[in-house]
């Protein structure tokens, strides 16, 4: 049974750095790319960052771009999401999901061609 579970979620001020991390179950990283996605109150779903199958691919939404890395582990399979310089703009649940093989970083983090969710972890920024 395909799993994804999040942790290192929490509370941080604005200017410091949280790691996210996916744990995987059920199936390899090398056969599926990953994304992070999050979600405010109030707010629609927004794709963060993915990486491809092969992590040679990755994609970071504009509002992220230099201060957010994505990186996977395959060994452990375990994607993270090293998020620096936090914003209370970043506050949110933070989701991790896996996507098919074939299925490209723009289509992910973008169209939100998903096809499995993580639990989500709370991500909060403020002072």
């Known amino acids: 049974q395909l799993q994804l579970m999040e942790s290192g979620g929490g509370l941080v001020q604005p200017g410091g750095s949280l790691r996210l991390s996916c744990a995987t179950s059920?199936?390899?990283?090398?056969?599926?790319?990953i994304g992070w996605f999050r979600q405010a109150p109030g707010k629609a779903r927004e794709g963060v960052s993915c990486i491809s199958a092969s992590g040679g691919s990755t994609n970071y939404a504009d509002s992220v771009k230099g201060r957010f890395t994505i990186s996977r582990d395959a060994a452990k399979n375990t994607v993270y999401l090293q998020m620096d310089s936090l914003k209370p703009e970043d506050t949110g649940s933070y989701y991790c999901?896996?996507?098919?093989?074939?299925?490209?970083?723009?289509?992910?983090?973008?169209?939100?061609?998903?096809?499995?969710w993580g639990q989500g972890t709370q991500v909060t920024v403020s002072s």
């Open positions: 999901a896996a996507a098919h093989l074939y299925t490209t970083v723009q289509a992910m983090c973008v169209s939100h061609e998903v096809d499995y």
């Open positions: 059920g199936f390899t990283l090398d056969y599926n790319a």
